[in-house]
């Protein structure tokens, strides 16, 4: 059977991964095409994070930890991308965060989505269907505009949310993409490696979600995270080389 991995980056989710990671095994039961498996990429919490994971692999054979510095959410991606492709070698790579803001349930559809043929399935706040829900008017704000500047500037006008941190990849797609050229360690990451998949020929299917705050715990969103954003939209075109 075929692998799908969900690369899931922590910094200081002790309250959520108790919660979060029997939601996402309960669902693993109901895929039937993949076997599922989540890489934890914790960047050295304080919080024991890393520990609950550890305890947690005595009940979850399929899920795995790697640590490292705490660097940015874009760099955590890229160490647990190469580690999942080297060691797991999935068919799938999913991504998702680990705050409870993105709904499990979902995760048999993207499956199911990506065996019709997609390289790309995006869990959307804004396509037909999607919703974000008790965000305050400037996180709301935030993410609205983001979206809007990757279609608009960096010229992806077919897809609702360019931002969106809810995915399902095809893993032969991750190593055609250049992260090296764009400065992408922190949040601009998603935008990046949308602009990447594309320039790459993913054929892309966007799936409805309702997006709401997380529970416990901060955003790890910083002004350096939406400086870096700003910097790279210029640099995000499919048909850039440079």
Not at 97 to 108: E, F, M, N, R, T
Not at 117 to 137: E, K, Y
């Amino acid at each position: 059977m075929e692998i799908a991995c969900i690369v899931l980056p922590t910094y200081n989710e002790a309250e959520n991964l108790p919660i979060l990671l029997p939601l996402i095994f309960e669902q693993a039961e109901k895929i039937t095409t993949h076997e599922l498996h989540v890489l934890v990429v914790d960047d050295n919490s304080p919080d024991g994070t890393a520990a609950i994971v550890r305890e947690a692999m005595r009940e979850y054979p399929r899920l795995h930890i790697i640590a490292g510095q705490k660097k940015g959410l874009g760099e955590a991606y890229q160490r647990g991308f190469a580690h999942a492709l080297a060691e797991l070698r999935p068919e799938l790579i999913l991504q998702m965060d680990a705050d409870l803001q993105h709904d499990p349930v979902l995760l048999p559809e993207f499956i199911a989505r990506a065996n019709e043929g997609f390289g790309l399935v995006i869990g959307s706040r804004f396509a037909p269907g999607g919703a974000i829900r008790n965000f305050s008017w400037h996180r709301r704000w935030m993410s609205v505009t983001g979206t809007w500047l990757v279609q608009r500037v960096a010229g992806i006008p077919s897809i609702h949310d360019c931002t969106s941190g809810y995915r399902c990849i095809r893993a032969d797609l991750l190593p055609r993409c250049r992260f090296a050229r764009l400065s992408t360690r922190g949040y601009s990451f998603q935008s990046a490696l949308l602009g990447e998949l594309l320039r790459n020929g993913a054929r892309v299917l966007e799936i409805p979600i309702v997006f709401s705050e997380r529970r416990n715990g901060e955003s790890k969103l910083s002004l350096r995270d939406q400086v870096e954003f700003l910097f790279n939209l210029f640099r995000l075109r499919p048909g850039r080389q440079d």
